[in-house]
């Protein structure tokens, strides 16, 4: 059974069959970025871990009630061209690719 849409808004229907997920990042360490671009990338990450778990459900490692208790995200050398959101959503697909590990 799924929760009415309200009209106009933009806020997904919810599944309630669907298990609740709660995820705490306690740190994150982005080096070699400037100081002002911070909360974009932890805004644009936020958002692609959301679309992850809504798109995909859980990672196999999340599977019955399994917990995690860190993961590492990535490695990785930014292009030339890299935004903040480009960057945040890389992080956050090696966050989720992490968990299903």
Do not use: W
């Amino acid at each position: 059974m799924r929760n009415q849409q309200a009209a106009g808004s933009r806020q997904p229907a919810v599944d309630k069959a669907r298990p609740s997920v709660e995820i705490e990042i306690e740190e994150l360490v982005l080096h070699g970025f400037a100081h002002a671009d911070r909360y974009r990338i932890g805004a644009a990450l936020e958002r692609e871990l959301a679309r992850l778990f809504a798109e995909r459900g859980l990672p196999g490692g999340l599977a019955d009630g399994a917990e995690c208790e860190a993961v590492d995200g990535c490695s990785f050398v930014r292009g030339p061209l890299a935004t903040p959101v480009a960057i945040g959503g890389e992080v956050a697909r090696a966050i989720y690719e992490g968990l299903g590990r």
